[in-house]
């Protein structure tokens, strides 16, 4: 089979999805690539800053501590009034230990004279420290002042100062205690919590930039946080952030970030090792490049797969399916190939016969069709003839009939001169009366003959349905009285107004009327109302009820009556086998069509008739005010 690129083709579109798939899968690593450095990267941040709360706390803790010891260590000194230094040097010696980070415990006179240290004892040479910035920061007494980290003159480490003023009983200032922190010792504490491979850290002094130094060395200060950075931050502003972080575009691996402690007039500096945050992402992006390769490896098989399986298979198939097209007989399946494609040959194979056979059937309804068409037509051109032929009866023997109308009147009114025999008088009325009543009819067989071929035209508009009514009273007034009939009017408050033609309306109630007068018994009373039903919902009608008695029909049997003939798709004619062809109620079912409306005529339980003209919601127009 023949196919050129710019035509659909299983092979050529093979090529296209095998090579979108795999230009897929590059798109994908480069997202996975991406995705997998912003998550470590965030990853990195988030143990940064967790990194250095945890120095925070564990700094916080040991400045808690210093000042517990000073306070305890203050109200031992108070409580002894002689002071001697030898038992006081044995007090604070007794508080220093190799096992936690203060190195000294020292003794500083009212004077500003360091005169006992835990570790050498009473001092020969007192030790001026009046220069000391702690002692220049004391303003209130019982209260910790940290100092700038300094080189101890009686230890010789680098230390940081925690100093506290003292007060006797009576409130004179007797003295200050001082505790060393060894920084080289708090640093190894600190480093011991935190445990994790390639992270550096150093605590410096917040109000002198990043020198002097409390913690960690200067060349991590000098790579990870420029001497131009950091001092341009509004720590109170901004007490932590990120100064570096790495980028896959530019090719860096550095993370670094600053905390400025709460309390504390420091501001702690962390950094993560380039080293090992390349080779972590390594490790986590190739892992994750082996799964693409593999689920790219397991996709290249199945579209192999399905080549060999299915296109060359498919091929053949519509080969089969182009020549059950073409109208050519399908030949049987063959075996050898995979189970579903001998199954789809054979359903082809049954197609093709199917078709064969579909074929002959709708030549023959195509038959049948054509015929029942002509024979609709001719039924439909002889109904239109007799309806015509109908009306031309009617219209000839109209004029005929109203002479003798004429005349009969002449003759029962004697208006040219008395009749002396009583019974001439009396057939001259019958004949009156009867060529009336015919030339009724007459006029009720030409307007339902107009309206079976459909040349009677309504002239639509709003209609007030009491003077309708009304009018339809008045004209059928002597028959009901004959028939001792008493008709109930009821009307909605307000009545609406229907869209009709007020005539042909008319004429619909009056036969409506007389039907019922020929249905009802004598000396009965028949319900006339009008009533909107299902108002407010989706399917209202406007219903006009003929209903013998004086109790109306519920809403629940006008519902139901209206569903079954109005919006029902066939509705079922219940009094069709109930009722006997009547030319009254034929002509206003014929008028009732035409106002695009269905008389429906119901049995009561009594055995009695109740009729309802049914008339769809849009034709309600209901009165303002």
């Known amino acids: 089979m023949r196919h050129s690129w710019t035509q659909p083709s299983l092979s050529r579109d093979f090529a296209l999805l095998a090579t979108a798939v795999l230009f897929l899968l590059c798109l994908v690593s480069a997202w996975v690539t991406y995705a997998t450095y912003a998550q470590y990267g965030a990853r990195i941040a988030s143990d940064l800053d967790k990194q250095s709360i945890r120095i925070e706390y564990a700094l916080g803790d040991e400045m808690e501590n210093a000042s517990y010891l000073l306070t305890a260590l203050g109200r031992d000194i108070v409580l002894d009034p002689d002071r001697n230094l030898t038992a006081l040097a044995q007090i604070l010696k007794s508080f220093d230990s190799r096992e936690s980070t203060y190195t000294l415990f020292s003794w500083v006179t009212p004077k500003h004279y360091l005169v006992i240290s835990s570790s050498k004892g009473v001092l020969d040479s007192p030790i001026d420290v009046s220069d000391r910035d702690y002692i220049k920061k004391m303003t209130e007494p019982w209260k910790m002042v940290i100092g700038q980290p300094v080189r101890g003159r009686a230890s010789e480490h680098w230390v940081i100062p925690l100093a506290m003023g003292l007060t006797d009983n009576t409130g004179k200032f007797i003295g200050t205690l001082l505790i060393s922190i060894d920084i080289r010792a ?5 480093g011991a919590l935190v445990r994790h491979d390639g992270i550096s850290f150093s605590i410096v002094n917040r109000s002198a930039a990043l020198e002097p130094l409390l913690a960690g060395d200067s060349a991590f200060i000098s790579h990870y946080f420029p001497a131009n950075i950091l001092p341009g931050v509004n720590l109170a502003q901004h007490p932590s952030g990120l100064i570096a972080q790495g980028s896959l575009f530019l090719g860096t691996g550095n993370y670094a970030c600053w905390r400025a402690l709460q309390k ?26 082996e799964e693409l390769l593999l689920i790219s490896g397991f996709l290249v098989l199945v579209l192999w797969v399905i080549r060999a399986r299915l296109i060359k298979p498919v091929q053949d198939m519509t080969m089969a399916a182009a020549a059950v097209a073409r109208g050519e007989a399908c030949a049987s399946p063959s075996g050898g190939g995979p189970v579903e494609i001998e199954a789809l040959a054979t359903q082809i194979y049954r197609i093709s016969e199917y078709i064969n056979e579909s074929k002959r059937v709708h030549d023959e309804l195509h038959n049948k069709i054509f015929t029942l ?11 239109r003839g007799k309806s015509e032929f109908v009306v031309w009866i009617c219209q000839e023997l109209q004029t005929p009939l109203t002479h003798l109308v004429g005349f009969a009147q002449v003759m029962k009114d004697q208006l040219y001169g008395p009749i002396e025999n009583r019974k001439y008088r009396q057939y001259a009325s019958d004949i009156h009366g009867t060529g009336a009543a015919m030339l009724e009819t007459l006029h009720e067989l030409m307007t339902l003959a107009k309206a079976e ?30 028939g001792k009939l008493n008709v109930k009017v009821k009307f909605p408050d307000p009545a609406p107004r229907l869209v009709a033609d007020e005539f042909r309306l008319q004429q619909i109630i009056v036969n409506l009327l007389l039907y019922a007068l020929g249905q009802a018994r004598p000396e009965s009373t028949l319900l006339l109302e009008a009533r909107v039903v299902n108002e407010n919902r989706d399917k209202t009608f406007f219903a006009v009820i003929i209903t013998p008695g004086d109790a ?8 139901a009556i209206a569903e079954r003939a109005m919006f029902s798709p066939h509705p079922s004619p219940r009094h069709a086998d109930e009722t006997e062809a009547d030319l009254s109620l034929e002509l206003a079912k014929a008028l009732t069509a035409l106002h695009r409306g269905v008389i429906d005529i119901v049995r009561l339980a009594d055995g009695q008739l109740a009729i309802a003209v049914l008339f769809a919601g849009n034709r309600i127009r209901f009165v303002d005010g």
């Open 453 to 482: 071929t459909d040349t009677l035209r309504l002239v639509e508009k709003p209609v007030e349905l009491a003077g309708v009514i009304n009018k339809a009273l008045r004209f059928t007034a002597d028959k009901l009285e004959a």
């Open 264 to 289: 504390y007039p420091y501001v702690v500096l962390l950094g993560y090792d380039t080293r090992f945050s390349d080779k972590m992402v390594r490790g986590m992006l190739w892992s994750r490049l």
């Open 373 to 383: 068409g002509k024979a609709r037509a001719r039924a439909e051109l002889d109904k």
């Open 552 to 559: 109306p029909l519920s809403p629940e049997e006008m519902t």
């Open 186 to 190: 708090l640093v190894d504490h600190i």
